[in-house]
T-cell receptor, first 112, second 114 residues
Framework: DQQVKQNSPSLSVQEGRISILNCDYT??????FLWYKKYPAEGPTFLIS?????DKNEDGRFTVFLNKSAKHLSLHIVPSQPGDSAVYFC???????????FGAGTRLTVKP | DVKVTQSSRYLVKRTGEKVFLECVQD?????MFWYRQDPGLGLRLIYF???????EKGDIPEGYSVSREKKERFSLILESASTNQTSMYLC???FGTGVVHEQFFGPGTRLTVL
């Protein structure tokens, strides 16, 4: 039973436009959320995170929004660039542990 | 710069063989993790370790065991490999407990069991 769900396996956007990747979670104990980016033949790399005490965190072109009541978070990339084409994983962690649960991933393609 | 290395990028084994996947990190991280990545399922946690000689089961530990004899090294063992263990295996490490820290991943080992 997946506790973190990314319901869109793929997303295609035009260069310069906004990319919005979505993630839902079921476990109310989760209080820290992360996004990772993965290129083929490489391990995932950390992109941005948000604590449950916040509802928004921004880092350059990347913004993560958290809606605790809906158990939903989203990653916005503005403007999207071809180099952003990758698989994006949402992850969640809870309590004092550092173990995380990951979603299935969304493959983003940014077309020039 | 954190580095997590995995012993092999590609591995082909036969059903019933004992398989060792090795992971080494060079940043003195307390925590180490093993995941497998499968299409449509994302990353699933197999085992993790908070300290030397300590281990905790993740969500899918069946058919696997782990060993952490030194802080920098975390091994995943498939006692008797089966075809349903064909997958991409990813190792990760992070700093200690209390506050959630980002995990740093190795490049992965693609294991094929014939």
């Amino acid at each position: 039973d997946q506790q973190v769900k990314q319901n869109s396996p793929s997303l295609s956007v035009q260069e310069g436009r906004i990319s919005i990747l979505n993630c839902d979670y079921t476990n109310s104990m989760f209080d820290y959320f992360l996004w990772y980016k993965k290129y083929p033949a490489e391990g995932p790399t950390f992109l941005i995170s948000i604590s449950s005490i916040k509802d928004k965190n921004e880092d350059g072109r990347f913004t993560v929004f958290l809606n605790k009541s809906a158990k939903h978070l989203s990653l916005h990339i503005v403007p999207s660039q071809p180099g952003d084409s990758a698989v994006y994983f949402c992850a969640a962690s809870g309590g004092n542990n550092n173990d995380m649960r990951f979603g299935a991933g969304t493959r983003l393609t940014v077309k020039p | 710069d954190v580095k997590v290395t995995q012993s092999s990028r590609y591995l082909v084994k036969r059903t019933g063989e004992k398989v060792f996947l090795e992971c080494v990190q060079d940043m003195d991280h307390e925590n180490m993790f093993w995941y497998r990545q499968d299409p449509g399922l994302g990353l699933r946690l197999i085992y993790f370790s908070y300290d030397v000689k300590m281990k905790e089961k993740g969500d899918i530990p069946e058919g696997y065991s782990v060993s952490r004899e030194k802080k920098e090294r975390f091994s995943l063992i498939l006692e008797s490999a089966s075809t349903n263990q064909t997958s991409m295996y990813l190792c990760a490490s992070s700093f200690g407990t209390g506050v959630v820290h980002e995990q740093f991943f190795g490049p992965g080992t693609r294991l094929t069991v014939l």
